[in-house]
């Protein structure tokens, strides 16, 4: 299994960025959980989004919620990452990870904690200026 990051940049307050996590070794459409997660200057990795194709859920961190969209593409064996409305606070680096298995039922701290993602992307900048 292998996932590469990709679309990060530098935009302005206000931009949009759409990145994109190229999976291999196994189908976006099969059984397993998918998130993204940041880690900016200074501070701890945090979840951003994710989603179970057990149940069809998505979750989002607070502070994304209602700007940030994730979802999959099965043409291009992806896992999307839609970001509107940036501001400077969205600056970090971006990780896509995924793990497998029981992808149905678990809630939402359990699927934001990073110790159950057992394959990690190397993760693509995103910096926001004023």
């Known amino acids: 299994v292998q996932l590469v990051e990709s679309g990060g940049a530098s935009v302005q307050t206000g931009g949009s960025l759409t990145l994109s996590c190229l999976a291999s070794?196994?189908?976006?459409?099969?059984?397993?959980?998918a998130g993204w997660f940041r880690r900016a200057p200074g501070k701890e990795r945090e979840a951003v989004a994710s989603?179970?194709?057990?149940?069809?859920?998505?979750f989002y961190a607070d502070s994304v919620k209602g700007r940030f969209t994730i979802s999959s593409d099965g043409v291009k064996n992806s896992v999307l990452l839609q970001m509107n409305r940036l501001n400077p606070g969205d600056t970090a680096v971006y990780y896509c990870?995924?793990?497998?298995?029981?992808?149905?039922?678990?809630?939402?701290?359990?699927?934001?904690?990073?110790?159950?993602?057992?394959?990690w992307g190397q993760g693509t900048q995103v910096t926001v200026s004023i």
């Open positions: 990870a995924v793990f497998f298995g029981l992808s149905s039922g678990i809630g939402k701290r359990a699927i934001f904690d990073s110790d159950r993602y057992t394959n």
């Open positions: 989603f179970s194709t057990g149940d069809g859920r998505k």
């Open positions: 070794g196994f189908s976006v459409d099969d059984n397993y959980v």
